[in-house]
């Protein structure tokens, strides 16, 4: 049966089946091959997401991901002071709640491809355009995250991979390499367009097929139509899943 994927992560993973999303294209890429599973909880920060673990991914499970991505750290880095503070986690305790997400899933399965993935870059003066627009008068007056302190955050994901022997993907430095990134890739100045969206799959995929979970290289789950004789169909069927 197919191994399944799953997008472990906040508002970034809970919205990439959206049209255009990179859990949507994920799926499309891996059809009939694995079942890519979605686990986005938006507003989470990594100490909150601690919370989930033995629900979404039990010990004893007899049927754990093959593969998880780990797509925490646009909340953690919230800065306190500001409107979204009760989302802070310091930037010591965000790699340390990473640190025992990906111990809770190697405990799960030892063979598990696991890929940390940073915080985007964060366009200061695209929150603030999206908080004047949504709130008007009761907006806030400074942005409640800063492209600075997301770089930190970030910078504090890739160690850690380095540390753990892990796959990372540094988003906030990947989607920055682009001439107007801000309104290119985000949305808000913090959630992807279609755009950034597409970073974040190509991404992805292109870890997956580094490490060994190439799409193309997996087989369908069951026969392509062109195997199977209009007149002798089960014959197509016994040899696939015997």
């Known amino acids: 049966m197919r191994p399944n994927i799953v997008l472990f992560g906040d508002s970034i993973t809970e919205q990439s089946f959206r049209y255009g999303g990179w859990g949507a294209s994920l799926a499309d890429a891996y059809s009939r091959k694995a ?3 979605v686990r986005g909880y938006g507003g989470y920060n990594t100490r909150w997401a601690l919370f989930l673990l033995h629900h979404l991914f039990p010990l004893d499970s007899k049927k754990p991901p093959v593969a998880t991505t780990i797509f925490f750290g646009a909340n953690d880095a919230a800065l306190l002071g500001r409107t979204s503070e009760r989302q802070h986690v310091p930037i010591e305790e965000y790699k340390e709640n990473l640190g025992k997400i990906v111990n809770h899933l190697k405990e799960c399965s030892p063979t598990m491809l696991i890929v940390l993935i940073t915080p985007p870059p964060i366009d200061e003066e695209g929150r603030m355009e999206y908080a004047r627009a949504t ?3 009761k907006a806030m007056t400074s942005p ?3 492209n600075e302190v997301a770089g930190v955050y970030a910078r504090g994901c890739v160690e850690l991979a380095r540390e753990l022997d ?3 993907i540094n988003l906030w430095s990947k989607m920055q390499e682009t001439d107007g990134w801000q309104k290119k890739y985000l949305s ?8 950034g969206n597409a970073v974040v799959f190509r991404e992805v995929a ?3 097929c580094e490490a060994w979970l190439s799409a193309a290289e997996m087989p369908y789950d069951f026969p392509h139509h062109s195997e199977i004789d209009g007149k002798n169909p089960e014959k197509a069927f016994q040899q696939k899943c015997l």
């Open 135 to 137: 709130y008007g008068e």
């Open 35 to 37: 079942d890519v599973l």
């Open 206 to 208: 292109r870890v997956f």
């Open 188 to 195: 808000d100045g913090l959630h992807l367009t279609p755009e």
């Open 166 to 168: 892990l796959r990372s």
């Open 144 to 146: 409640e995250r800063t």
